[in-house]
């Protein structure tokens, strides 16, 4: 059982940065891939994956070159560093985890409650 709990959503301006983070209750942590999601329009649309060591790393097109993805599993945390967001950012993002690696919401146990960021002038 793993529990995810993400924060450092909030309100910033476009062009600005956030950083979120997802802390995992479960000592196993460095076992897992962590992945990160938003709420789309009906779905969840994949932002970016780490493996359990780090090694391989894979992000959507549309976060690529601005969003980074990278976790420290002395602390069983993660974190999705974003930068220059856009009002299309906004949206409810999640953190994920699973032992294996996928792109898509259903490949993916474990969740977070989600945390609100918002982009807007």
């Known amino acids: 059982q793993v529990q995810l709990v993400e924060s450092g959503g909030g309100s910033v301006q476009p062009g600005e940065s956030l950083q979120l983070s997802c802390t995992a209750s479960?000592?196993?942590?460095?076992?897992?891939?962590i992945a990160w999601f938003r709420q789309g329009e009906g779905n969840h649309d994949f932002l970016a994956y780490i493996?359990?060591?780090?090694?391989?790393?894979q992000y959507a097109d549309s976060v690529k070159g601005r969003f980074t993805i990278s976790r420290d599993n002395a602390k069983n945390t993660a974190y999705l560093q974003m930068a220059s967001l856009k009002a299309e950012d906004t949206s409810i993002y999640y953190c994920?985890?699973?032992?294996?690696?996928?792109?898509?919401?259903?490949?993916?146990?474990?969740w977070g409650q989600g945390t609100q960021v918002t982009v807007s002038s």
């Open positions: 493996t359990a060591d780090g090694r391989q790393i």
């Open positions: 994920t985890a699973d032992l294996l690696s996928s792109v898509y919401a259903g490949g993916y146990h474990y």
């Open positions: 479960s000592r196993t942590f460095s076992d897992y891939t």
